[in-house]
């Protein structure tokens, strides 16, 4: 008779231990990179974009893509199409650094209703997911960076609006941060918005 702790059971319960918690991190990491969490777009109408309030704050968070999207203006004035970006937020002068990279009217949103009918937010596990962390250094690669003020959760999108009565001809909502709108789409689109009548 030992009054000696069994550390064989002590040992094996350790590993057991130790092993469920690194297969927990590795299906959280796996889970975090699928869209299984993230609820889903709910498709915005035109009745829906049209009484969203807002305000004008010139002309002129994620700068790469706008600086892409305004690598189109030129091909957007031969089609008559004019190129708008809506903000949630203006803090400091995050805005006015804005306009160095988007060359269209920007307009604010504080009620957040232009980010879709049901509002998407990717919460801490963004952290997690590669194709974040891959938009990331794409973004700082280029010389863009970002700021940590604000609040940064909401996802954003791309829309085409066509005129009058013409509807939504292109939405394009993010899946997470930098998921940026394919550029020949965006042209596609546009090359489909009817003139209005005068």
Not at 10 to 22: E, I, K
Not at 40 to 61: H, R
Not at 72 to 90: D, R, T, W
Not at 108 to 137: A, C, H, T
Request: hydrophobic share 40%; with cysteine.
């Amino acid at each position: 008779m030992s009054f000696l702790p069994d550390f064989g059971i002590f040992t094996m319960g350790m590993w057991s231990v130790g092993l469920g918690a690194v297969g927990a991190a590795i299906t959280g990491i796996v889970l975090a990179n699928t869209d299984l969490f993230l609820s889903k777009p709910e498709k915005a109408t035109l009745e829906f974009l049209e009484a969203i309030e807002l305000k004008t704050l010139g002309s002129g968070k994620i700068l790469d893509e706008a600086s892409e999207l305004s690598c189109l203006k030129p091909q957007l004035s031969k089609l008559g199409v004019p190129l708008y970006a809506v903000v949630k937020e203006k803090i400091g002068t995050e805005v006015e650094d804005f306009q160095h990279y988007f060359q269209g009217e920007i307009f604010l949103d504080e009620k957040r209703s232009f980010y879709g009918p049901r509002k998407r937010k990717m919460m801490l596990s963004g952290f997690f997911r590669i194709g974040v962390w891959q938009n990331f250094f794409r973004a700082w690669k280029n010389g863009y960076s970002g700021n940590l003020e604000g609040e940064g959760f909401t996802l954003g999108g791309v829309y085409v609006i066509g005129a009058g009565r013409q509807g939504v001809l292109l939405e394009h909502r993010e899946k997470e941060f930098g998921d940026k709108v394919s550029l020949p789409s965006v042209l596609e689109a546009a090359e489909k918005i009817k003139p209005q009548a005068s």
